[in-house]
C-alpha cells in the first residue's frame, strides 16, 4: 500500500481509498473509493454534502488528476455520509448508480411522517424525536437529479480500467443496500455491510412488519459464501480476513439478542427503556449521549425486538397508543 497524503492510499493499482473526514460524528471519517480507468473512473461513495467533505474529497481527487467529466459513481446505500456529496460531484456525463429501494426510498419523502408516528410509541420523547429528525444527517440532503440515478440489479457489472464488478444485493443496514465484487482479485466494496473497527447500525424505525436484522444477517451469510481477500469497507481500517469478521458481526447480533433478553427477564419495557439499559460503544452514559445518538440506539434495539418477536421469544403489547415488550 502506497500513502500518498494522509487520507489517501493505493489499496490495489489503480484504486484508492480516500479518508473523508466526517467532524463530530463518531464514525469519524468515510472511506471513498476511486478506481482510475483509462476511459472513464468510478468512485465508490462520496462524503457527506459539508464543506469539510467537499475539500478533503476535492483535494484528494485534485492530486490524483481525477477528471470528473470521466467519473461515475456508485453508491452503496443512501445514507448522507455516502450520498451526500455525489450532487455536487457528479458531471452532465456522470452515471451515478443508486440500488432501487433507496432511491425509492429518497423519492417517497414519507419516511419522516412515518418515523415520527412509530419511535415515540415506544417510548421516545416526542420532542426529542422531533428534534433527532431535524439534525439526522438525511436532512441536509439537497435531493436533485434523481431521475438522472441508475438503477444496478443483482450480478449486473461495471467495468473500469482492469477491474469488473460485480453488484451484489446485501439488504440489513438499508432496505437496498449493495455491494461490489471483483472476482479475479477476490476484493469487496462493503459500503456499510461489514465495518471492521465498529458495527454496522441496523435499524428499524419505520414499519414493524419488516425484519431488518434477519435480512442482514442472511446478506452475511451469502458474502461468507463467496472468496475475498480483502473487504474495503464505508468507514474505518480495510479488513484482510472476511470471513472472521462476518462471525464475528452474527456473533454480535446474537449477544445483542441475548442482552435485550436479559433487561426483559427482569421487567417488561419498552425500546426506549432497553436502550438506556444496554452496553453501547459510546462514551458516558445514557443520558448524556446525543440525541441522535439515542434515535439510532433505539432503532437498533426495535430491529433486534423483531427478530426477537418473531423467533418467538418475545411479545410485543399494545399500551393505548404505546407499545412494550415482554418475555415470552
Ligand atoms: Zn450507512
Not at 34 to 61: H, P, S, V
Request: hydrophobic share 40%.
Amino acid at each position: 500500500m502506497i500513502l500518498m497524503m494522509p487520507q489517501v492510499e493505493e489499496v490495489l493499482p489503480a484504486i484508492y481509498r480516500i479518508e473523508v473526514p466526517l467532524a463530530g460524528s463518531p464514525l469519524k471519517s468515510i472511506n471513498s473509493y476511486l478506481i482510475k480507468g483509462k476511459e472513464r473512473n468510478l468512485i465508490i461513495d462520496t462524503g457527506m454534502d459539508t464543506d469539510e467533505c467537499r475539500q478533503a474529497l476535492g483535494q484528494a481527487l485534485r492530486l490524483l488528476n481525477v477528471d470528473l467529466q470521466k467519473t461515475d459513481f456508485f453508491i452503496t446505500h443512501f445514507h448522507a455520509d455516502h450520498l451526500g456529496l455525489v450532487f455536487q460531484l457528479a458531471s452532465e456525463k456522470s452515471s451515478v448508480f443508486l440500488n432501487g429501494p433507496d432511491l425509492a426510498a429518497l423519492k417517497s419523502a414519507i419516511f419522516w411522517k412515518k418515523a415520527i408516528g412509530f419511535v415515540p410509541r415506544h417510548g421516545f420523547p416526542e420532542s426529542e424525536a422531533r428534534y433527532a429528525l431535524k439534525i439526522h444527517p438525511a436532512s441536509s440532503f439537497k435531493l436533485k437529479d434523481l431521475e438522472k440515478f441508475k438503477v444496478p440489479s443483482e450480478g449486473d457489472t461495471i467495468t473500469v480500467g482492469n477491474y469488473c464488478l460485480q453488484c451484489l444485493e446485501t439488504p440489513g443496514h438499508s432496505h437496498g443496500n449493495m455491494c461490489l465484487y471483483e472476482p479475479q482479485e477476490k476484493i469487496l466494496f462493503s459500503g456499510d455491510h461489514i465495518l471492521g473497527d465498529i458495527t454496522p447500525n441496523i435499524a428499524l424505525n419505520i414499519d414493524w412488519s419488516y425484519n431488518p436484522l434477519k435480512k442482514y444477517i442472511s446478506s452475511l451469510e451469502k458474502i461468507y459464501n463467496i472468496d475475498v481477500n480483502l473487504v474495503l469497507p464505508g468507514h474505518r481500517s480495510i479488513i484482510s480476513n472476511c470471513r472472521q469478521r462476518i462471525t464475528e458481526l452474527i456473533n454480535h447480533h446474537r449477544q445483542r439478542n441475548e442482552e435485550i433478553l436479559a433487561v426483559l427477564k427482569k421487567s417488561p419495557a419498552n425500546a426506549y427503556e432497553i436502550a438506556s439499559k444496554i452496553s453501547w460503544d459510546m462514551p458516558g452514559t445514557w443520558d448524556h449521549f446525543p440525541v441522535i445518538q439515542k434515535w439510532f440506539a433505539v432503532s437498533e434495539v426495535l430491529s433486534h425486538l423483531k427478530d426477537l418477536e418473531v423467533k418467538g421469544l418475545v411479545l410485543c403489547e399494545a399500551l393505548g397508543d404505546n407499545f412494550i415488550f415482554r418475555r415470552k
